[in-house]
């Protein structure tokens, strides 16, 4: 992993983490299944808005001869820490990468991580607080 792919990596897994803790917290000190699915459903949104942008600009930049690109690993750990609507959105409306075949494989792999990651969040917020 190259040294700027790392830098964007660490920044995306930082802000992730950040908005998870900020979600815990949240449903910690609001208790009611109504605010915690407002807190979760508010949590998904903003994940998906931030992923598909990021698609967006990364076809938009595929474009430019020479341009700096978004790392196929930073679009994946979007997608698998819970961007996962806004990296299908993204896909399907910029018919971003949708011809790749090893970035739609390794894409199977990361929504089926997405899927357990949105699993064990679910039961942690609703179920274990």
Do not use: N
Not at 8 to 17: D, K, N
């Amino acid at each position: 992993m190259s040294e700027t792919s790392a830098k964007y990596f660490a920044t995306i897994l930082a802000y992730q983490l950040v908005f998870l803790t900020f979600l815990v917290l949240a449903c910690l000190v609001f208790g009611s299944f109504l605010e915690k699915l407002g807190f979760f459903c508010a949590f998904v949104l903003a994940h998906s808005i931030v992923t598909f942008i990021v698609y967006g600009v990364d076809k938009k930049r595929s474009e430019t001869e020479g341009a700096w690109r978004v790392p196929e690993r930073v679009l994946h750990s979007m997608c698998a820490f819970f961007g996962l609507f806004g990296a299908m959105v993204g896909m399907s409306y910029f018919k971003h990468k949708t011809s790749k075949q090893s970035f739609l494989c390794m894409c199977c792999i990361t929504i089926f991580v997405s899927i357990c990651m949105y699993a064990i969040l679910i039961l942690v917020l609703f179920f274990w607080f």
